[in-house]
């Protein structure tokens, strides 16, 4: 049996409508968080992880939605990405901003959460809200 190091989840997918402007903003958000581009099917769909870890799958991928219709996102659903530390939470906000997403939060202590929460929320070029976090205390 397959697990993932979390050991709760397969993969998650987040909807496209435009793949080229997607993988170029998931391209530069993913990578300080140590995620880079494993399974490009050109025009179909581009799976991100980790290399030499995940070699079963990748657990984010980017894709058109299966049913033709038009990605849209979900009011209340995220997908929060562990950072290796806090410099990668705020390279990842930076570069969303840069590559056509937009603030959510700024990057920052969330003490409501827990002392050493330290997040930054985006949304991605078709609107998918995104987060960074670091639960380290430094």
Known sequence: MTTRPNGCFSHVTIG????????DFFDAVLSP???????PYEG??????????DTQGAPVWVLK???GRAAVPGN???????????????LFYANAL????????KPG?????HAHYYAAYVRDPDGNKLQ???HDPE
Do not use: M, Q
């Open 16 to 23: 496209s409508n435009d793949l080229k402007r997607s993988t």
């Open 33 to 39: 968080l140590g995620l880079t581009l494993l399974f």
């Open 44 to 53: 179909e769909a581009y799976g991100y992880g980790r290399k030499g870890i």
């Open 65 to 67: 939605p299966f049913d």
């Open 76 to 90: 209340g659903v995220h997908v929060a990405f562990i950072a290796p530390n806090r410099h990668a939470v705020d």
């Open 98 to 105: 840069k590559h056509g997403g937009k603030d959510e939060g």
């Open 109 to 113: 202590l969330r003490p409501n959460y």
């Open 132 to 134: 960074a976090v670091c």
